[in-house]
C-alpha cells in the first residue's frame, strides 16, 4: 500500500471546483440557519402561547432527529406536496432548518441575558419594538453569542458531506466519484479529509479573532 | 388496506430500528471509555501523552464523521485488515465521538475548584485517591448534561453508517420508500423513532444526573 502522490496532485483540481461548492452550501445554509433561528426565538418569545409552546416542540424534534433523515424527507416528501426544489437547494433548506433549530436556541439565551432596563431604557426613548430588536438588543446579545454561532457554522460545515446522499456534487460526492472510477478511494478522501481540518481549524481561530476583538470593544 | 400495506414493511423497519439502537449503544460504550481516558490524560496527564491527546481530539473534532467512517473504511483493506462494517462503524462512530466527549471531561475536570484538591491532600488521601474519591465524581456530575447532548448527537449520527452498507434504521427506510413509494409515513415513523429515542437517552441522563448530584459518589459514568 502507497500513497500515490502524483494520483493526489492530478485530482486537486476537481477537488478544488468541488470544495468550492461544499463551501457554497455551508454559506447557503447558514445565512438560512440565521434568519430561521432568529424568526423562531423571536416567534417563541412574542407568539401566542400555543404557538410557543408548537415552535418549541418543533424545535426539540427538529433538534433530535438526524439531518440525513431530514434531508431525505425534504427530498421525498416535498415534491409530493408539489413543492419541487433541485437537490442543491432541498439540501440547503435541510441544513438550514437543522441549524436553524440549534441557534434560535442561542438567540433565546442571548434575548434572556438581556436586562429589562435595557428593554424599559429603549421603550422610554420612544422606539417603537423593532427599533428596540435592531439598535439596542442586537447589538448587545450578538458579540457574547459569537462563539456559539462560529461552533455551530464549523459543525455544518462538516455535516455537509452528508449532502452527497441526494447526489449534490459537492467534495465528498466527487471525492467518492473519483473513488469509483480509478478504484483508488485512500487520495481523493484524504485529501477530503485535509480540506476539512484546515478549514475547521482556520475558522475555529478567526472565531477566537472576533470573539477577542467583540470583547475589547465591549468594554470600552 | 393501508394497514396491510405498513405490515408488509414493519419487520424490515424494526430490524434497521434493532440496528441502529444497537449501534448507537456499542459505539457510545467505545466513546465514554476513549472519551474519559483521554479526558482524563488531558486534565492530568504528563505533557507528551497530553499532546498525543490533544492531536488526536484536534484531528477527529476538526474533519467530518462521514469522511473519517470512509477513510477507515477504504484505507483498512488496503492494509490488509478486513472488518466487518459493523465493526469500522462502531470504532469510527466511537472515536469520533468520544473526541468530543474527552474535552467534556477534561473541562469537567478542570471546574472542580482547586480546594477540593488540596482539602483532600490535608486530609491526607494520596494524588490517586483524591483524584478517584473526590475529583472524578464531581467532575462526572459536571460532565453528565453536555455528555448527554453527545449522546443524542451519536444517536443521530449513526445515520450515517448507511453510507458504508450498513442496513440501519435510515437506509431501510430509503431502500423502502424507493420499493413503495410510501413516502410520508415511512420518514414520518423514522423521524418519530428517532424523536423518542432521543427523549429516552435525555430522560436518563437527568436521572443520572439527579442520582450523581445527591451525593452518591458510587454513580458510574456509563449508562
Known sequence: ?220 | MHANYFLDYAGPLITGALTTLKLTAMSECVSLLVGFSVGIALAVGPGLLRFVCQTYVELFRGTSALVQLFLLYFILPRAGIFLEPTFVAVVGLGLNSGAYCAEFVRGAILAVPREQREAAHALGLSRWSAFRLVILPQAVFRALPPLGNMSIDLLKLTSIVSFITISDLTFVAYQINQTTFDTLRIFSLVLIFYFAIAQLIAFVFRQAEKRAGRGLILVRPTT
Open chain 1, 1 to 220: 500500500m502507497t500513497y500515490d502522490f502524483a494520483f493526489a496532485w492530478s485530482i486537486m483540481p476537481v477537488l478544488a471546483k468541488a470544495a468550492l461548492v461544499t463551501i457554497y452550501a455551508t454559506v447557503c445554509g447558514y445565512c438560512l440557519a440565521v434568519t430561521i433561528g432568529l424568526i423562531l426565538s423571536l416567534g417563541r418569545i412574542h407568539a401566542p402561547a400555543f404557538v410557543r409552546g408548537f415552535i418549541a416542540f418543533a424545535l426539540e424534534f427538529v433538534r433530535s432527529t438526524p439531518i440525513l433523515v431530514q434531508v431525505f424527507f425534504l427530498y421525498f416528501v416535498m415534491p409530493r406536496f408539489g413543492i419541487r426544489l433541485p437537490a442543491f437547494e432541498t439540501g440547503v433548506l435541510a441544513l438550514g432548518l437543522h441549524y436553524g433549530s440549534y441557534l434560535a436556541e442561542v438567540f433565546r439565551d442571548g434575548f434572556q441575558s438581556v436586562k429589562a432596563g435595557q428593554w424599559e431604557a429603549a421603550l422610554g426613548l420612544g422606539l417603537r419594538r423593532w427599533q428596540c430588536y435592531r439598535l439596542v438588543i442586537l447589538p448587545q446579545i450578538v458579540p457574547p453569542l459569537i462563539p456559539a454561532f462560529g461552533n455551530y457554522l464549523i459543525l455544518m460545515f462538516k455535516d455537509t458531506p452528508l449532502l452527497s446522499a441526494i447526489s449534490i456534487m459537492e467534495l465528498m460526492q466527487t471525492a467518492k466519484i473519483i473513488g469509483s472510477e480509478t478504484f483508488r478511494y485512500v487520495e481523493p478522501l484524504s485529501l477530503v479529509a485535509v480540506f476539512f481540518l484546515i478549514m475547521s481549524l482556520v475558522s475555529a481561530a478567526l472565531i477566537k479573532q472576533a470573539e477577542r476583538y467583540y470583547q475589547r470593544r465591549s468594554f470600552r
